[in-house]
């Protein structure tokens, strides 16, 4: 096979078995910290939230990822990908479901907070992973897909929201408890699946041939080589 297109086929393979699996993933983070907006008005008439009481509340969930952002991002890169991710995904995806039973101010303040700080590192983290896979010239349109479950998720998301308030008083729940703990779901299951199946570098993935890796390692090492020191970054063993 020609250079040109041995490249162009693995950096399609490497598309197809990383980003549609990581965008699902970013679909549900996005959800789980958004429904908090729709479950607005029936979590605050239930529990006497004022608008400003609800608006703080939702907002310092970026409290908690702006002071864990960084930090979650050393830790990732220490452990190692899969381990870590899948460990966001599961505590987020714990604390999301726990939105369901906040009784109070403090508990919702609480929450969301510690939602931000669960979330934190996962997508600047996807963002350094997709590094050790992808050089550098493709990176942008990678990335660039990657977002797109941003968009994905409203409009998936919010039909599935408004179904699930409509589940008020089901089995003594009220329709924002059910859509908590629904939402929560994927979530932990996805983290499982993270935790079984995500390589964490292309020398633990098995789909790629021993001439793939040989190339990829090589293309990244070179472009490594010209970076200044301080960008530089461990590659996963």
Not at 70 to 99: F, H, K, Q
Not at 128 to 145: E, G, K, N, Q, V
Request: with cysteine; proline share 5%.
């Amino acid at each position: 096979m020609p250079p040109q297109d041995f490249e162009q086929s693995l950096m399609k393979k490497l598309t197809w078995k990383l980003i549609p699996f990581l965008c699902i993933c970013f679909m549900a983070a996005f959800i789980d910290r958004v429904n908090v907006g729709f479950a607005k008005d029936t979590m605050g008439a239930e529990l006497g939230f004022s608008t400003a009481v609800y608006g703080f509340g939702a907002g310092v969930f970026f409290i908690g990822y702006f002071l864990f952002e960084v930090p979650s991002n050393l830790i990732l890169e220490r452990v190692g990908a899969r381990l870590w991710i899948a460990r966001i995904m599961i505590v987020w995806g714990l604390i999301s479901g726990a939105m369901a039973f906040v009784s109070g101010t403090t508990s919702f303040y609480v929450l969301r907070f510690l939602l931000g700080a669960a979330e934190a590192g996962f997508f600047p983290g996807v963002i350094l992973y997709l590094t050790y896979w992808f050089p550098a010239a493709y990176r942008s349109r990678t990335i660039a897909l990657f977002m797109t479950a941003a968009v994905m998720s409203n409009i998936i998301g919010s039909p599935i929201s408004g179904m699930l308030l409509e589940l008020n008083g089901a089995w003594g729940l009220r329709g924002y408890q059910w859509l908590f703990m629904v939402e929560a779901l994927p979530s932990l299951v996805l983290g499982v699946v993270v935790f079984l199946r995500l390589p964490n570098g292309p020398r633990q993935a098995k789909w790629l041939s021993t001439e793939e890796l040989s190339w990829l390692e090589n293309r990244l090492q070179k472009e490594r080589a010209v970076q200044e020191p301080t960008h530089d970054h461990a590659y996963p063993p």
